[in-house]
């Protein structure tokens, strides 16, 4: 039997492009994967570049049950990691992570069955989100200590919808990149599949483009006064 010699790869190890941001990171927890998907997939929506988007969100991962069991929910249940970046050189970036977490919390994880929400950055300063979506339950809604930790509690239709006072915010890095070159489009999107498959297995990572792939890579500038970005 002949096997032919498949030719290597060449990596040519030259630069990352990357820059700082400022992101914040939260727990999701829902009663199933079901529905802990569902708030996921449409609380990370619509954030694969900060070009047009109000940030940049993805999964980092599931952990609890189903997931990694090293990491304990509060309430015990199913639960997934996100986080939320905006570049730090905006000057408003404060105001632009906590809008952005406003938004897609309230309007995403509280709308979304079954669902809880945690902040997992104990930092200072902090945002007082917790209180700004509290408002929602109109009244109604009050504060608790639940799973030993300080809470808003919103009434809902199938009962309460939990979620921690504060939201802390860090330091972080948007960007880092790979470039494949193939004989075709498939090998080389096959070579970036495998790449995304690896990368979403690395604690603390996003992949916030579709598929992990970002298929129209941007660079800066543009002849057109109106576009601060441009594909070729």
Not at 74 to 83: H, K, S, T, W, Y
Not at 87 to 110: G, T
Not at 177 to 187: E, I, K, S, T
Not at 206 to 222: D, H, N, R, T
């Amino acid at each position: 039997m002949t096997v032919s010699a498949q030719p290597r790869a060449h990596v040519d190890d030259t630069y990352a492009e990357a820059f700082r941001s400022i992101y914040a990171e939260f727990l999701i927890t829902a009663r199933d994967r079901r529905w802990l998907d569902h708030a996921v997939a449409s609380c990370t929506g619509n954030a694969s570049s900060t070009i047009l988007c109000d940030c940049e969100a993805g999964l980092d991962r599931y952990v609890g049950p189903g997931g990694d069991e090293s990491f304990a929910t509060p309430d015990g249940r199913p639960g997934a990691i996100v986080q939320l970046h905006v570049p730090r050189f905006r000057k408003d970036r404060v105001e632009a992570i906590e809008r952005s977490l406003l938004v897609r919390i309230s309007q995403n994880v509280l709308t979304c069955a079954t669902t809880a929400c945690f902040n997992l950055l104990d930092t200072d300063p902090y945002l007082k989100l917790g209180r700004k979506i509290a408002f929602f339950g109109d009244g109604w809604q009050f504060r608790d200590t639940r799973f030993g930790r300080p809470v808003w509690v919103i009434p809902i239709l199938g009962g309460e919808f939990c979620l921690d006072r504060r939201f802390g915010f860090k330091d972080g890095l948007m960007g880092g990149n790979l470039w494949f070159m193939g004989r075709d489009v498939d090998a080389a999107l096959l070579a970036a599949e495998r790449a995304a498959e690896a990368a979403a297995q690395v604690p603390g990572v996003i992949l916030p483009f579709p598929g992990g792939v970002a298929a129209s890579g941007s660079k800066a500038g543009s002849r057109y006064e109106f576009s601060i970005a441009s594909t070729y």
